[in-house]
């Protein structure tokens, strides 16, 4: 089986490509297009995406189902740019005739592939990133595109009772002014108003911005929490700003795992002492990720990737590659000519916790194609991420 990585550099011709051959040439060849962000400022979330993806197409080798299937990834950087991002998917698609399509870190890319996917009619996983609830709304939901990592809306509902229960009822919301950052916001107001919270106030941050002193300094230091939306390079400049100008000593702050992800702190900062976080993946094996299949995917991640943390990207790249694999295994897709029955594998697809899914067992809603995995809020003590509590998937399967 081979695998090969052809990624733009630049604004150069030239292309890089990573190739390991295990085996004998293989009957079929299943060429997946990835397209992913390895520059820009999701840099290094896009970095720790492909290391999910190869670890999983790479294990996928040793798989007996697999022996008669040559696995190729064909990846292209689209630097988190909506407009690169739909002329490589139309390239890989068209001239270089990928049989799935998989990527989208960015929320709003990720919402354009979608898309694509459904005028070019080729399968379309999201791999990581992408948490926006616009993903299964009416106009967007399509028969050709999955996402199995959990929504804004099923993260914050789950989150929302519990911070009002643990931490308190009236928050204030900094969030990342673009597609992610306000899907975020809406699905936490929504979220934590029907839990019997309130929103004294919010501050949106145009992404991408340097300085978030004058952004930090409106928050209202009267509510019980800060509450943050935020990802990538800004996630780590409004903790740290947040933490600078006091705020942590006059209110609690919780968000998304996506603030204090290791691609981004490999060592949690002081300025995230305390945070209380909602995820699909904190990176320790602590309290019940402390499982033999976490244990074991942690182990063979380390001996491909050395001292790498194990990203949230990673890790959701990993599971996502991995659902579509099962799905490929189920449907005995071989090309494009097998889109259909490939899309019906996904639809409905469930898992049990194995190596393949080692934070628990997954499934696809037929309904949305939307994943149903279970969550883990946490919090930053000592300088290290603490499992306070498991969400089952069955009960955010409930949220909808």
Known sequence: MNSRRI???ALSAMLLMLSWVPGAEAATTVKIGFVNSTTGVFSVLGEYAHMGLELAIERAQHNPAFKDINFVIDERDDAAKTADAIRYSRELIQRDRVDVLMGGLSSAVCLAMQKLAAEEQIVYVNASGCWVDEFTSPGNKNKYSFRVSASNKQRNVAFAKWLIENVGK??????????YGQSGFQAFRDALAGAGGEIVGSIGVPFGSTDMAA???KVDRRADGLYFVFAGR???????????QGLKEKMKFAG?????????????????EGLNFIGDYPRAPDGSLDTAENREFQKLFHEKFGEHPVGLNAFEAYQSANALLLAIQKSGFKGRADTDKLAAALSGLEAPASVAFPAGSIAIRDTDHQGVVPLYIGRVEGGNERVLHQIPAKEIGAIK
């Open 7 to 9: 990624m733009p550099i």
């Open 256 to 272: 998304m795992q996506s603030l204090i992800v290791p691609e981004n702190f490999p060592k949690l900062p002081e300025a995230a």
């Open 215 to 217: 952004y930090m300094s």
């Open 234 to 244: 800004d996630a780590i400049l409004a903790l740290q700003e947040a933490n600078a």
């Open 170 to 179: 009236r928050w204030y919301v900094a969030y990342s002014d673009y597609a």
